[in-house]
């Protein structure tokens, strides 16, 4: 096998493994790069949604306290799911919820998973956040982050304790069966707060590839350098000699060729040790045939 054939592929072989390598460690930390951001997404989501149920609570609800009438919008709960159901609108995916194992509203009822969630909240009081993936109802694939809803303040107590403290305007949009017999300190539910990775998981896809792509431009720049290189310095030069020495070895022409001596190299100082040789070998063979004259 040719000398350069071997060397391309060694060189293809060393840098097909590099690239794969490069290519998978790129991938790992590019996802783990977009899981951070989303999660972050999440979280500053999920400040804003408690925010707006802060708002609600310190600002809004005052306001009506002595009015014999409920306002909906009053609730802390209710302000801040729907200010969330705007946002999906324009931002599918996106989505707050906050979900109880007895809610005022039957749709705030806990699904299986969340239910698990907010055991797993009761158990474990010093538990403040859970984060992980799952797939939508709509089929895309969510990072959450959920956090307990625990009744840290006695202002809760108000709507949610018992039916006869509770605003006549809530009963009579509610019902007494649902949302009381709430406790202070007691962990009640869990806010989620779910943001789309698809998007996130397409950056990471596409900036691996494009530093892939970039890593085989720069090797096949430099393969290309190399082959020149070694065709101009080593194979071209080596195929003189070899071509020389057997011409010298059969005979075939006057021994005179002379091989260049400009290089300072290896193959420069090989070209002037051939060319000595020649002189000698012509020196002798002159000795030889005046000799037999
Ligand atoms: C003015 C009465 C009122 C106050 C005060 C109030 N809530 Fe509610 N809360 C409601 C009503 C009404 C709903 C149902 C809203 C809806 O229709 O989505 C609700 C819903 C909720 C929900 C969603 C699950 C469900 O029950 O539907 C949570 C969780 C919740 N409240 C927690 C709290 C906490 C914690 C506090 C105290 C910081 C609080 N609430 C204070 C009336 C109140």
């Given at each position: ?145 959920a956090e307990p809803i625990r009744v840290n303040s006695t202002s809760c107590l ?119 040789l020649i002189t000698t070998l012509n020196k002798a063979l002159l000795n030889k ?5």
């Open positions: 096998m040719k000398l350069q054939n071997r060397l391309a592929i060694v060189i293809l072989v060393i840098f097909f493994g590099g690239w794969l390598i490069a290519g998978a460690s790129a991938f790992i930390l590019e996802k783990q790069d977009a899981r951070a951001n989303v999660a972050n997404t999440a979280r500053i989501l999920l400040s804003t949604a408690i925010s707006a149920r802060n708002y609600t609570t310190e600002r809004i609800e005052p306001l009506s306290i002595n009015d014999d009438g409920f306002v909906r919008e009053t609730v802390p709960s209710f302000a801040a799911q729907e200010l969330f159901d705007r946002l999906n609108e324009d931002y599918p995916g996106y989505s707050y919820s906050e979900r109880a194992l007895n809610p005022t509203n039957p749709k705030d009822l806990a699904e299986a998973w969340q239910v698990e969630l907010i055991q797993y909240f009761i158990q474990n009081p010093d538990a403040n956040e859970v984060v992980d993936e799952r797939v939508n109802r709509g089929g895309q694939s969510t990072l959450f982050v108000e709507c949610h304790s018992t039916p006869d403290v509770a605003p006549p305007g809530l009963i009579k949009t509610y019902g007494r069966s649902n949302g009381f017999g709430w406790e202070l300190n007691e962990t009640i539910g869990t806010r989620i707060i779910s943001v789309p990775t698809e998007i996130q998981d397409q950056q990471a896809i596409s900036s691996v590839f494009s530093y892939l792509v970039l890593i085989a431009g720069v090797f096949l720049l430099a393969y290309a350098a190399l082959s020149i290189i070694v065709r101009k310095w080593l194979t071209i030069p080596l195929g003189k000699i070899t071509q020389l020495v057997e011409e010298i070895s059969l005979r075939e022409t006057e021994i005179e060729s002379q091989l260049p001596e400009d290089r300072t190299d290896a193959i420069g100082r090989l070209n002037r040790s051939i060319n000595r045939e005046e000799n037999i004259r």
